[in-house]
């Protein structure tokens, strides 16, 4: 009935329209808004989408409110606290820290702080005073000769493709004006990621881009020669990541340039696929063997792995190789599924892995129960923002933290949500030459330094605000978790910590989820 009455209505309307059009004296302008009108409703009338085929026409308001709703929803309806992946007031606490302009808050908190999931910490009546050189930490076992000074909070992994080149200078430049290390991403290493001189953490992907050979095999020698360089600091075997875990990819022929070709070391204009595992080894022990081969061809560098917890018997079968062959990782990046900064299938961000915190704990518990946390260095990554993000993580089970998404709003990211699609309002994820424009390298990498540095006096106060005198001391019985309304638990009795050498002892009790994990373990297979 009600779509009866719109075409009668339409019918009356472009009727009277019409016989108007032949009296008025300025008929000749109001055709060029009514030819159009028929065109269109005609056109509608015919078209394959249900709504136009309905309400020609006007249906086209539905498509323009929806093309527009983002926008509607972040400026308009959206509260401090309700924005997603990163609410209004964690994006202003980047924008305030990296202009290095007051970041206090007025009248109190605006959230519920006896909400179920909501995370939080006691103070102490008796402060201390954290030095500055407690944000610092080296990364480097016994096997390692060349062991580095690292921050506490980096840059995490985003590959010069997925964000523009500006954003990657800005990002390098401010690295090195604050002393931290920069994460290539598994794009390869870029000249612009040596733009500002700042320290390097080269990411190998599943596609070896930078050192490949022309059939995409890991290239020795390139490797080694890129490796070598000063700046370069450490190299991080990418395993998977949070936002697309056992996900490939394919770069399409029609954007591997010139410049994307000599980077990646691909071949121009031809498509090039990023398969879900690499090619290298495929067992604990192989991925343990390329790992020593990488630290000798590097003269002894730190090196490391990432990956996004799936299944928990795998990560164990790791921990099984290292005891097997006495090769030792001396790092690991865990990321959280909650992760990610570029594009990934909505099932895979939706629905795989582990979340950060858990996977945290799951990774140092394993790592204790085989007598092996001292020698390995747990990097968290995963929605990392605030002082008190890099407090939980280190007390959780961490060392040091990798940001990416906040280290984008420091350059001037509004979480437009358009990091799929080249059209980036704001120059930082896309190839467009005229956007790229928009990030001001001489403006933007001391904004890069100031939330670097600022979110680093945030945590080390924080740590002193609760009575310890060295992030060394915090533990997971420091930070708390609301389980009800009535009950509050610290992370100590969540995640159920393990005694150190449990996991090699018969008679030890081992939590049943973790017995049964490692029972399935095995160093020849994941």
């Not at 020795?220 to 490939?248: C, T, Y």
């Not at 005198?469 to 910590?497: A, G, M, T």
Request: glycine fraction near 8%; aromatic fraction near 10%; charge should be neutral.
């Amino acid at each position: 009935m009600a779509r009866k009455l719109y075409f009668v209505l339409s019918f009356l309307m472009s009727a009277a329209v019409l016989i108007w059009g032949f009296y008025w004296p300025y008929a000749h302008y109001f055709w060029f808004i009514v030819v159009p009108y028929i065109a269109i409703g005609i056109y509608d009338l015919f078209s394959t989408h249900n709504v136009l085929r309905l309400y020609p026409v006007i249906g086209h308001l539905r498509y323009l409110f929806e093309f527009i709703r983002p926008e509607i929803q972040q400026y308009f309806v959206a509260t401090n606290q309700s924005g997603r992946p990163f609410d209004r007031e964690m994006r202003e606490i980047v924008y305030k820290r990296s202009k290095n302009i007051v970041d206090t808050l007025p009248f109190g908190t605006q959230r519920d702080i006896t909400d179920v999931g909501y995370s939080l910490a006691y103070h102490s009546l008796a402060p201390k005073q954290v030095p500055e050189e407690a944000g610092r930490i080296i990364v480097g076992g016994s096997q390692c000769k060349k062991p580095y000074n690292a921050s506490r909070i980096n840059i995490s992994a985003m590959s010069f493709g997925a964000l523009s080149k500006t954003a990657v200078m800005a990002l390098n430049k401010g690295a090195e004006l604050g002393n931290f290390a920069h994460n290539t991403g598994e794009g390869g290493l870029s000249p612009y990621h040596l733009f500002g001189g700042g320290d390097i953490i080269w990411q190998l992907g599943t596609a070896y881009f930078g050192c490949r050979t022309k059939d995409g095999k890991f290239d020795q020698a390139e490797f080694s020669k890129k490796a070598n360089l000063d700046v370069v600091k450490m190299i991080e075997i990418k395993l998977s990541q949070g936002a697309k875990p056992s996900h490939g990819g394919l770069l399409p022929g029609a954007k591997v340039n010139q410049e994307i070709a000599e980077i990646r070391g691909i071949e121009v204009g031809k498509d090039c696929l990023s398969p879900p595992a690499h090619s290298a080894f495929s067992t604990p022990i192989e991925l343990l063997e390329f790992l020593q081969k990488l630290r000798e061809l590097t003269g002894g560098k730190p090196i490391g792995f990432k990956l996004c917890i799936g299944r928990r018997s795998e990560f164990m079968s790791i921990c099984k190789a290292i005891i097997e062959t006495g090769i030792t990782p001396d790092f690991i990046t865990v990321d959280g599924a909650e992760g990610g900064t570029g594009a990934a299938p909505i099932e895979y961000s939706n629905r795989l892995g582990v979340p950060i915190d858990e996977a945290l704990a799951f990774v140092h518990n394993c790592l204790v129960g085989i007598h092996l946390r001292e020698k390995v260095r747990v990097i968290a990554s995963g929605k990392v923002i605030s002082g008190f993000n890099v407090l939980q993580k280190i007390a959780i089970g961490a060392d040091m933290v990798n940001i990416a998404r906040g280290m984008m709003f420091s350059l001037g990211c509004i979480q437009a949500l358009r990091c799929n699609t080249n059209t980036c309002p704001t120059g930082i994820t896309t190839q467009d030459p005229r956007r790229i424009l928009a990030v001001d390298v001489d403006e933007k990498h001391a904004r890069v330094k100031n939330f670097h540095n600022n979110t680093m006096k945030s945590f080390l106060e924080l740590t002193g605000a609760m009575g310890l005198s060295h992030p060394d001391e915090l533990s997971p019985h420091h930070i708390f978790r609301r389980i009800s309304d009535e009950l509050v638990k610290n992370y100590d009795d969540i995640y159920h910590y393990m005694k150190p050498g449990a996991l090699l002892e018969e008679d030890s009790e081992v939590h049943p989820d973790y017995a049964a994990d490692w029972a399935l373990a095995s160093h020849e297979h994941f």
